[in-house]
């Protein structure tokens, strides 16, 4: 399969395990690949990685979202996958785009976005920023949003800060 028939696949067995909410998504993932046996063990690897990653991670927003307060589900709503219509969407006020700087540039310059993180830089090769509407930097759930982010941020860093330190040592 090429990358964008994986792409397909995932987007195809995640409908499914969405369209079956009271089945397992293993069991829906079962029937899929047994339907599609034309499908190599390589390739429902790479799609069944995927598939299960885009669900984690769903249910850990959906996680968040219930502890902040919103009343939002993320089983409902707009998903984009392209990079433009994320922006348009962020500017037409539908909610917070996670975007590549370069791609977030010009709106930014202009004042059409703002960053949600203006006082971090981090510099790398691929670098994204989380932006919105200047009128929406005041909506509590933006406000819940960006400190979730950075409580996510710190973990990962302390997390990784404590992998590379030399082991405690205790004195007797």
Known sequence: MTPAARIAATIELLAE???APRRPADAVANDYFRARRFIGSGDRRAVSERAWAVLRR????DWWLRHAGADVT?????RINNSAAVLQAAIDGQGIALARSIMAHDDLAAGRLVRLFP????PAA???YVVY????SSLARSEAF?????EE??????????SFSSPATKNI
């Open 17 to 19: 395990v969405e369209s």
């Open 126 to 128: 691929l670098a994204y």
């Open 153 to 162: 941020a710190e973990a990962a860093r302390a997390a990784s800060s404590q």
């Open 74 to 78: 993320t089983q409902r709503g707009m």
């Open 58 to 61: 769903r249910r850990r927003l």
């Open 146 to 150: 960006r400190s979730w982010l950075f």
């Open 119 to 122: 006082e971090i830089v981090v």
């Open 133 to 136: 509407r200047p009128e929406c």
